[in-house]
């Protein structure tokens, strides 16, 4: 056996006992009660005192924070930007016509908004039959090359 073989059956070895081992330590490490659940008393001073002391409280488990409050996106332009991409221009509208209600927004930058808005679904209309016409082509000559085999030699 060349050394090179020795490293590797050392390697496999290894990592065939510390798989086991490591789901062995996650699995005792998921069911351990966790410290803050576990009843706090004083220790007993001896086998008798502890079968006659009984737990005096249930296990309370520790006081949970209260959930975070959902971060949500502030900016009007870009909850309008992603409303309008998904075709909800009227939500976009509500949105922005509040921004600006608000002073958020200035009229002449919700005009701005919507003239980028229409250019770039332009581009995108545009740019569409070109990818049709792409694919097409690309379809039609792999059609091409299934009829046309070289002869086999």
């Known amino acids: 056996m060349t050394r090179s073989q020795q490293i590797s059956l050392a390697a496999a070895f290894a990592a065939g006992l510390a798989l086991p081992l490591w789901l062995l330590w996650r699995s005792r490490r ?13 220790p007993a001073r001896s086998k008798a ?19 975070a409050p959902a971060v949500e996106a502030t900016d009007p332009l870009s909850q309008a930007e992603i409303l309008a991409s998904f075709g909800r221009r009227d ?4 949105i922005l016509g509040a ?6 927004l200035t009229p002449e930058e919700l005009a701005l908004f919507w003239t980028r808005h229409e250019v770039a679904r332009a581009k995108r209309a545009a740019a569409r ?3 049709e016409k792409k694919q097409k082509a690309a379809t039609a ?4 090359k299934k009829r046309v085999r070289p002869p086999e030699s």
């Open 49 to 67: 005192d502890a079968a006659a002391q009984a737990p005096s409280s249930p296990v309370v488990p520790a006081p949970r924070r209260p959930a």
């Open 129 to 131: 039959p070109a990818a």
């Open 141 to 144: 000559d792999r059609q091409v």
């Open 99 to 104: 921004a600006v209600t608000a002073g958020d």
């Open 30 to 42: 998921r069911a351990a009660p966790v410290a803050s659940e576990v009843p706090v008393s004083p």
């Open 91 to 94: 939500e976009a509208e509500a």
